[in-house]
């Protein structure tokens, strides 16, 4: 994932939030299976939410 590009963006905290969140979990759980996203859930409960944001500016993180 590109790092810098997130973070020079404009996007929400949150999603920032999100990523670390999402990467330090990889530190325990190294694929995406069911336990790793029941540790994401359990700091993020609404990480859905913020996965989406990405999902849904994916392009516009790409030009920033």
Do not use: G
């Not at 905290?13 to 069911?34: A, G, Q």
């Not at 540790?39 to 993180?61: A, G």
Request: hydrophobic share 40%; with cysteine; proline share 5%.
């Amino acid at each position: 994932f590109p790092y810098t590009t997130l973070f020079r963006s404009m996007c929400p905290l949150s999603v920032i939030d999100y990523v670390v969140v999402h990467e330090l979990s990889h530190v325990t759980y190294k694929n995406h299976n069911t336990a790793f996203w029941a540790r994401v859930k359990t700091l993020l409960p609404d990480y859905e939410d913020r996965q989406e944001w990405l999902r849904t500016n994916k392009k516009l993180m790409e030009v920033i």
